[in-house]
């Protein structure tokens, strides 16, 4: 799992590093709040860990910036403020759980782990895969933060891989999944569908999620 650490005391960053990539994390490392929020935006953390005050912009500006861009990804906050009104502030913003320094490392890794346990794919009700939240209970997928305008059957089928991430998913069992029927080998109504949806999700991004194996079906991460 990959773990982004926002602290700019050269000393306290390196050993939480070191703790966490012990503990077998992958870590990368920010030394101020504009270049954590960049990095959190560019890539897809499992977890973020931000200290509050931080040079060019402060952690409360982190959580802020990335909660209106639709980021969930789970924020421990660290810092040496106690006071309940900014533990309030914290929580209030979107941060998930706040730990006072100075703290032992135990705690951290406890609180760490629970807040994985849960991740944001089990405290949003929705399915996590990159940048990508498909959340069957509302019927709406986002990716970057922003809604995809999904036909009802495209959504159906990118929820039937999302359920199945990293899987390859069949054409049989998307045409028994999503149009019921029995799939012929013939018809080419599952790969129109899966073009359109790729215009949707995939297109406007570098990365793209969802792939296409050979004389099998389709697949979404992984």
């Known amino acids: 799992m990959k773990l982004l650490v926002v602290e700019d005391e050269?000393?306290?960053a390196a050993a939480l590093q070191k703790g966490l990539t012990e503990a077998g994390f992958e870590v990368d490392v920010a030394g101020d709040g504009e270049e954590g929020l960049t990095l959190a935006r560019a890539a897809a953390y499992d977890l973020l860990i931000?200290?509050?005050?931080?040079p060019k912009l402060d952690g409360f500006g982190v959580i802020e910036h990335l909660r209106k861009a639709g980021k969930d990804v789970p924020i421990l906050v660290l810092t040496a403020r106690d006071e309940v009104p900014d533990r309030v502030k914290g929580l209030e913003l979107g941060a998930d759980d706040y730990l006072v320094k100075p703290y032992s490392f135990a705690e951290l890794m406890a609180r760490v782990k629970t807040l994985l346990r849960r991740g944001p794919a089990a405290r949003a009700g929705a399915i996590q895969i990159d940048d990508l939240e498909v959340d069957e209970a509302?019927?709406?997928a986002r990716r970057g933060g922003k809604d995809l305008e999904l036909t009802s059957r495209e959504f159906a089928l990118l929820a039937l891989l999302a359920r199945h991430s990293g899987q390859v998913v069949t054409r049989s069992q998307i045409s028994e999944k999503?149009?019921?029927v029995e799939?012929?080998?013939?018809?080419n109504v599952i790969d129109v569908h899966v073009r359109h949806l790729r215009a949707k999700v995939d297109d406007p991004y570098d990365r793209k999620?969802?792939?296409?194996?050979?004389?099998?079906?389709y697949a979404l991460g992984g």
């Open 209 to 217: 999620l969802i792939r296409t194996v050979r004389g099998m079906g």
């Open 50 to 54: 931000l200290d509050v005050m931080l």
């Open 178 to 180: 999503i149009w019921k």
């Open 10 to 12: 050269p000393k306290a």
């Open 183 to 187: 799939y012929d080998g013939v018809s």
């Open 138 to 140: 509302t019927g709406k």
